[in-house]
């Protein structure tokens, strides 16, 4: 008799590393969040309840075992080492890209995508953020700390050329931020002529996105590090999704869950559903230009 074991990665992402085009990267890192925190649960908690959720997506009529990715597990990060722990996640990133697949981060908090931007510059000079998220993440310090998931979107601005960041679903912010990002025109309205004029923009360029599922009305899912009423339901993110597959892609994060707070899963549920539907989006059937000639005619 042979013996079954459930595994222990997200649904279907059982390809090896070698042959996968996409790569699944938990960085369990919540030592910046300022209100609730244990979002470094929160890659472990999207893998469980992926295994209650089916393969295949009604919304995009495809299928995840159509589709060849590859769970890494979770980056071993060291306790209290903020830029320690940065700096194994860009390592850790440099690692996939350099094998030319396409980077899907798991968070762990906000602060995660800073080394994985700056690692992505590199590759990708020409790199146009989208920002899917309730807060503007761009103050310029947060209780005397520069560097935490509260000024995350503000360091990675100094890294880009003007015109670069786009930010979607933000209803949260200090004045100085809602100023600031008014001059750089970064926050585009949730309707079809904004986001049909921004997607103009972005044709044909580099995007990374990501998303902190706070942007989410925490009525839906709850179990998020600094929750905000007034967020997207489930069917205007898929609404949004559909629109941005005809942008180029070249990696996603996903960050704050915070599975504790949410002790029915219904937010670990969810959020498993929108990675599921962020892998189908982008990774199924990819064609994404290979990284090295990018980098070289750059």
């Keep these: 008799m042979t013996l079954s074991f459930i595994e222990t990665s997200f649904l279907s992402a059982n390809a090896s590393f070698e042959k996968s085009d996409g790569v699944i990267l938990g960085c369990p890192y919540d ?25 295949f997506s009604p919304y995009l009529q495809r299928d995840l075992s159509q589709c060849s990715i590859h769970d890494q597990g979770d980056l071993e990060l060291p306790l209290g080492e903020k830029k320690r722990s940065l700096g194994l996640i860009r390592k850790a990133l440099g690692q996939i890209l350099s094998k030319e697949k396409f980077p899907i981060l798991l968070g762990g908090d906000h602060l995660i995508t800073l080394p994985a931007i700056e690692e992505l510059l590199p590759w990708y000079p020409q790199l146009h953020i989208l920002h899917i998220d309730a807060h503007t993440d761009l103050r310029e310090e947060y209780l005397g700390e520069s560097l935490c998931h509260s000024t995350v979107m503000r360091k990675v601005v100094d890294y880009l050329d003007e015109g670069r960041l786009f930010q979607i679903g933000i209803r949260s912010g200090t004045e100085d931020e809602f100023k600031l990002a008014r001059k750089m025109k970064s926050i585009i309205s949730y309707d079809p002529a904004s986001l049909n004029a921004m997607i103009r923009r972005l044709k044909n360029k580099p995007v990374y996105i990501t998303l902190d599922l706070d942007v989410i009305d925490p009525s839906l899912l709850p179990g998020v590090g600094t929750p905000e009423p007034g967020g997207l339901t489930f069917q205007e993110f898929l609404f949004l999704l559909k629109r941005l597959q005809t942008l180029h892609v070249i990696g996603l994060d996903m960050v704050e869950l915070t599975p504790d707070y949410d002790p029915t899963q219904v937010s670990s549920v969810t959020a498993s559903v929108m990675l599921r539907e962020m892998i189908l989006a982008f990774c199924f059937s990819r064609a994404v230009k290979p990284i090295q000639k990018e980098r070289k005619n750059a």
């Excluded at 609730?36 to 929160?42: D, E, I, K, L, S």
């Design 31 to 55: 030592g910046s969040a300022s209100f609730r925190p244990g979002a470094r649960f929160g890659p472990s908690a999207i893998r469980r309840a992926s295994w209650g959720i089916e393969t």
